[in-house]
């Protein structure tokens, strides 16, 4: 019913993540990255299997699997249960089934787009003209390293799934999303919320001056925005190479 998704992503790979400029400085002021909670963001379809329309589907399709293992569960010779104790077995089965994916969705996480430029297309939606902001940019190894003390940190890639006609991998429903937000090329980190944290999130400390490689400035920002994003930083006592955004580069005719 799903293919297992494969999540890997190269270490080399060149992240961004864009925020307004209060969120620039509420990392550098917490000197760590703030995890929300899965079901705290605003997509609906965070940690989603499919379609509500097509729960009995997937509840049918997994039902009969429960069943079959029931009485032929491998390496061993056929079990006899009364219809009615297959049954049960197999409802109870489904429910811790999908009490998994509630648990999932408790999980923390911390978003970045994958590309080796910027993304006028996100500088739009996360920095639009009206909001001054910026863009950092690290690596996949960075983000690995960042969360080394976290041992249920996974860093993975998004896949983006027609929930007409699919089903979120159940190991990685973390990991799927809608077809219609692929414009975000997605990686994020997913940190299990195994203390069952009721928190909305969950600030990681990390050293920044590691994670970090660049900070873009908006290009939507006013001139003099530039030299205030290099005085914040140095009043924090980061180094970080500061640049103007390369939408702003000039074309020739």
Same mark, same amino acid.
């Given at each position: 019913?799903?293919?297992?998704?494969?999540?890997?992503?190269?270490?080399?790979?060149?992240?961004?993540?864009?925020?307004?400029?209060?969120?620039?400085? $509420?990392?550098?002021?917490?000197?760590?990255?703030?995890?929300?909670?899965?079901?705290?963001?605003?997509?609906?379809?965070?940690?989603?299997?499919?379609?509500?329309?097509?729960?009995?589907?997937?509840?049918?399709?997994?039902?009969?699997?429960?069943? +079959?293992?029931?009485?032929?569960?491998?390496?061993?010779?056929?079990?006899?249960?009364?219809?009615?104790?297959?049954?049960?077995? $197999?409802?109870?089965?489904?429910?811790?089934?999908? +009490?998994?994916?509630?648990?999932?969705?408790?999980?923390?996480? +911390?978003?970045?787009?994958?590309?080796?430029?910027?993304?006028?297309?996100?500088?739009?939606?996360?920095?639009?003209? $009206?909001?001054?902001?910026?863009?950092?940019?690290?690596?996949?190894?960075?983000?690995?390293?960042?969360?080394?003390?976290?041992?249920?940190?996974?860093?993975?890639?998004?896949?983006?799934?027609?929930?007409?006609?699919?089903? $979120?991998?159940?190991?990685?429903?973390?990991?799927?999303?809608?077809?219609?937000?692929?414009?975000?090329?997605?990686?994020?980190?997913?940190?299990?919320?195994?203390?069952?944290? +009721?928190?909305?999130?969950?600030?990681?400390?990390?050293?920044?001056?590691?994670?970090?490689?660049?900070?873009?400035?908006?290009?939507?920002?006013?001139?003099?925005?530039?030299?205030?994003?290099?005085?914040?930083?140095?009043?924090?006592?980061?180094?970080?190479?500061?640049?103007?955004?390369?939408?702003?580069?000039?074309?020739?005719?």
């Amino acid at each position: 019913m799903t293919e297992t998704l494969n999540i890997s992503v190269p270490d080399d790979t060149k992240v961004w993540r864009y925020m307004d400029f209060a969120k620039f400085v $509420a990392m550098l002021t917490q000197k760590g990255l703030y995890f929300p909670r899965v079901d705290k963001l605003e997509d609906s379809f965070e940690g989603a299997t499919g379609l509500g329309k097509r729960e009995e589907e997937w509840d049918r399709f997994y039902l009969n699997f429960f069943r +079959s293992a029931i009485t032929s569960p491998p390496g061993a010779s056929t079990i006899e249960f009364s219809p009615e104790d297959i049954e049960d077995r $197999a409802q109870r089965l489904l429910r811790d089934w999908k +009490s998994i994916g509630s648990r999932d969705r408790t999980s923390f996480v +911390s978003c970045w787009h994958a590309n080796t430029g910027e993304s006028e297309a996100l500088w739009r939606l996360y920095c639009p003209p $009206a909001t001054a902001g910026v863009a950092v940019q690290t690596t996949v190894r960075a983000l690995w390293d960042a969360t080394e003390n976290e041992p249920s940190s996974v860093v993975g890639r998004v896949h983006y799934l027609d929930f007409r006609k699919s089903f $979120a991998d159940p190991h990685y429903r973390v990991f799927c999303k809608r077809a219609s937000l692929s414009h975000e090329n997605e990686v994020r980190v997913v940190v299990k919320n195994e203390d069952n944290i +009721s928190d909305s999130g969950k600030l990681i400390p990390a050293d920044l001056g590691e994670i970090i490689q660049s900070v873009a400035v908006s290009p939507f920002a006013p001139s003099w925005f530039d030299g205030v994003v290099r005085e914040v930083i140095t009043n924090f006592g980061f180094i970080f190479e500061v640049r103007t955004s390369e939408i702003l580069e000039r074309p020739f005719f």
